[in-house]
């Protein structure tokens, strides 16, 4: 083989890692919304509120340590702990939301990782909300999940 198609051959191969790498990456992001204004948050920045953990298996399947941060803190660090109501967006459309006394009755966790990675679209990721003490209730039919939106790529508060 020649040296000019064994290179082509490594470019087509980087250009592979490349998009591997960052796709995901992209999908990692989260758009914050208020009105008209809206900012993109990395995987980073919404880890800068403290990492909970919590043990569990998701009632559409995946199981294992889930990581997130305490839904409150993350609006509070963001100058949106008074919001009046707040709302989720998934990648699949779904959308649901959650007023002030929701917030206040339950601790929301916002996911970010699963047993320590970042999550998979194909694994309900990039991000999303669960009540991890109402996992038994769920699972039990006594509490409706319908506020344990999986795949969120936007929070809109006003
Ligand atoms: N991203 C996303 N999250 C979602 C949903 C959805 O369709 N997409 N369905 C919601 C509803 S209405 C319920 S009851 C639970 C379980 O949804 P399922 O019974 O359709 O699986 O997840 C909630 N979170
Ligand atoms: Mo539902």
Redesign the pocket.
């Known amino acids: 083989m020649s040296l000019n198609k064994q290179l082509g051959g490594w470019r087509v191969v980087l250009c592979l890692m490349a998009c591997l790498w960052v796709v995901p990456a992209l999908a990692s992001e989260l758009t914050l919304s208020e009105g008209t204004e809206s900012r993109t948050l990395s995987l980073d920045e919404i880890e800068s509120s403290p990492l909970i953990h919590a043990e569990l298996r998701h009632?559409?399947g995946p199981a294992g340590r889930f990581s997130g941060v305490d839904l409150d803190t993350l609006l509070a660090e963001h100058g949106l702990a008074e919001a009046d109501r707040v709302r989720f967006i998934?990648?699949?459309?779904?959308t649901?939301f959650l007023t002030p006394q929701q917030r206040r009755e339950k601790q929301y966790l916002f996911v970010t990782r699963l047993n320590g990675e970042p999550i998979a679209l194909d694994d309900?990721g990039p991000f999303?909300l669960i009540v991890p003490d109402d996992v038994e209730a769920v699972r039990e039919g006594t509490e409706?999940?319908?506020?344990?939106?999986?795949?969120?790529r936007e929070v809109s508060v006003r």
């Open positions: 009632p559409e998934a990648h699949d459309g779904y649901t309900l999303m409706p999940m319908t506020r344990w939106i999986w795949a969120i």
